[in-house]
């Protein structure tokens, strides 16, 4: 078993779910529960389920469902503001509907852009939609992630929160092989205090992590 919390490694996980040859696992301090690590997919079969998303960045119904992410997101940014899309997969839609709204934007994705370049910078905020659920390891990658952002930058999340632990076993999004990692509102709030972010959270499965620094709203970020 995994002995600390893969995403606030503050505590000895315990076992909360078997199916067949599943186990998941949940933190009783962040509330986080993700698979058995000897579960994980491997980077193939992640590639291939990833081929079967349908992330057209010009579908109208896709875009509605990224705006949840950047309608509270935009009201935080100065024109000025420079932004990285991490895991943008196969169709970088909100980087685009960024762009479009007069912000720079780079894009970022292991298995469909994978120029790491574009991680040897810092951002005034970097946006995850439908990514974190996806993180073998990750307080790593949270870590990396606020390296990625200036002072009082910002770090932009969208996943399915885990709202009702009874219905666990038969909730759609588990059962996607390549989603380990499933998140409670109350774990990000338990992560941001534990790397010193400001957390909020404008709307279910949204939430939005301030780095502590000065605010670009006020400072600016060139």
């Known amino acids: 078993m995994q002995e600390k919390c893969l ?15 599943l186990d998941y696992w949940r933190c009783p301090v962040c509330w986080a529960t993700f698979l058995d690590r000897s579960r994980h997919p491997d980077p193939q079969q992640e590639y291939q389920r990833y081929l079967e998303h349908d992330n057209d960045p010009n579908d109208p119904g896709y875009r509605k469902f990224l705006s949840k ?4 997101l935009l ?5 000025s ?12 839609a909100l980087a685009m509907m960024l ?8 894009i970022y994705d292991p298995f469909f ?39 009082g930058g910002w770090l932009a999340v969208m996943t399915s929160f885990l709202t009702m632990d009874e219905r ?11 989603h380990v990692v499933f998140y409670k509102q109350e774990t990000f709030q338990v992560l941001a205090d534990h790397l010193g972010w400001s957390c909020e959270i404008p709307c279910k499965d949204v939430v939005l992590l301030q780095k ?6 006020h400072e600016g970020s060139g």
């Open 7 to 21: 995403v606030c490694m503050q505590a000895e996980v315990y076992l909360f779910y078997t199916e067949r040859d």
């Open 168 to 178: 666990f076993g038969q909730w759609s999004y588990r059962r996607d092989p390549t």
């Open 212 to 217: 502590s620094g000065p605010d670009p709203i």
């Open 69 to 72: 992410l950047a309608d509270p």
């Open 99 to 106: 762009q479009e709204c007069g912000y720079g934007m780079r």
């Open 113 to 151: 852009y994978p120029d790491r370049s574009v991680l040897q910078r810092e951002y005034d905020f970097v946006t995850c939609t439908e990514v974190v659920e996806h993180f073998h390891l990750p307080y790593s990658e949270f870590v990396f992630l606020d390296g990625l952002l200036r002072p």
């Open 81 to 92: 503001s420079k932004g990285l899309d991490y895991g943008c997969g196969t169709g970088p």
């Open 75 to 79: 009201q935080k940014l100065t024109p």
